[in-house]
């Protein structure tokens, strides 16, 4: 299996971070655990990056979604995809409005409407992961 480079994740994290979380021997991110396993969703989330990083409608402090990534992933793709997905349908679209201060996931333009929105990503509860550990 090739390494995929993972140009706009190495931009966001660092060479550094992504050599140990996603290609190191034993990965404990979940980005590096599906990496080993060949899953798409490390190329996925470089894609997501990619469009966040690079689009003029969306603005973010990119050091606090590096913070997110690397301690919430699964929370953090459901933000990232939801951002993409404005940002496609014409939405103008700011990470983390309020930051530092606690608030919203994001603040969405439409014209002359403003729109705050705050993401849940729904999981099995601790019941469930343990008896999907078996």
Do not use: C
């Not at 021997?25 to 989330?45: A, D």
């Not at 470089?46 to 003029?56: P, V, Y």
């Not at 409005?97 to 919203?104: C, E, H, L, V, Y």
Request: glycine content about 6%.
């Amino acid at each position: 299996m090739t390494k995929p480079h993972l140009t706009f994740l190495r931009q966001l994290m660092g060479d550094k971070w992504v050599d140990a979380n996603v290609f190191g021997e034993k990965p404990t991110h979940l980005l590096g655990q599906h990496q080993q396993r060949g899953h798409i969703w490390v190329s996925y989330t470089d894609e997501l990056l990619k469009t966040i990083l690079t689009s003029a409608k969306i603005k973010l402090d990119s050091g606090v979604l590096a913070k997110k990534l690397a301690a919430e992933y699964v929370s953090t793709l459901a933000e990232m995809e939801l951002a993409v997905f404005l940002e496609q349908q014409g939405f103008s679209v700011t990470f983390e409005p309020t930051a530092p201060a606690k608030g919203p996931d994001f603040r969405a333009d439409w014209e002359e409407a403003l729109y705050f929105l705050e993401v849940r990503a729904l999981r099995d509860s601790e019941e469930d992961e343990r008896f999907n550990s078996i």
